[in-house]
């Protein structure tokens, strides 16, 4: 792998621009991602195992709405990972340029989602992302496609090792209490679909009522009604008071077009 420059740095790793010397497409140079686990972090146990998680559960999916895998190794007791280069641009860009989206384009797109989370929560070994937001996906083929990013944040429900991954305005609250579940995931998705239609961000409409802190749907404004009561339930701060799976929020969002 010959490294082009660098495309980001994380808490967990520097991810670089790369090519494969030993592949190619339409005679040109295969371009992929390739991903080295940051030195201080290699020294946590911790890290260590979700840096190894990751490799080995993307190594394991199989779907059109997930980066593919290519290879995961050590060079100099540096560990690596290698996956395909996705080309587009996410949802947190589009709203910041071209403002926010409507409500069919929308709700068509977090049934893509939901195909998609519905094949990650019903694999032998169910796997929440615990990161879904418009900032984690990637549209392709403008307006068409989805691809759902940042699958290094899963948790495999088997494992009984819980870390927590949240992010203010997006993760559900049982996150925060490193309980996360397939219904986390829903959460996400709706407000997800709050940021989408409003530009803003979800917290914005985040209240305290009926002896309880949720968000105010009532508050968003030119939402049609039916996609207002598909929120209310996918946002609900229990997760037994949600849509249970990503195909009940599939059907419902569907209802809606």
Known sequence: YQVLRTLGRGGMGTTYLAWDRNRTVQNAPLLLVLKEMNTDMARI?????????????????????????????????????????????????????????????????MIQICDILEYLHNLDAPI??????????????????????????????????????????YSAPEQYRGKPCPQSDIYGVGTTTIFLLTGKAPMQYYRYQSNKFEFDISKIPNL??????????????????????????????????
């Open 45 to 109: 146990a911790k890290a260590r195992e979700l840096f190894e998680r990751e490799a080995r559960v993307l190594k394991s999916l199989e779907h059109p709405g997930i980066p593919k895998y290519y290879d995961f190794f050590v060079e100099n007791n540096h560990k690596y990972l290698v996956m395909e280069l996705i080309h587009g641009h996410n949802l947190e860009q589009l709203v910041n340029q071209r403002g926010p989206t409507d409500p069919e384009r929308t709700m068509r797109w």
């Open 128 to 169: 929440v992302h615990r990161d879904i937001k418009p900032a984690n996906l990637m549209f392709l083929n403008i307006d068409i496609s989805l691809i759902l990013l940042d699958i290094g944040a899963v948790k495999e429900l088997v494992n009984a090792l819980v870390t927590r991954i949240v992010v203010e305005g």
């Open 224 to 257: 049609p009604q039916s996609l207002a009561q598909v929120l209310a339930i996918a946002c609900q701060p229990e997760p037994r008071d949600r849509y249970q799976t990503a195909q009940e929020l599939s059907d419902a969002l569907s209802a809606c077009l």
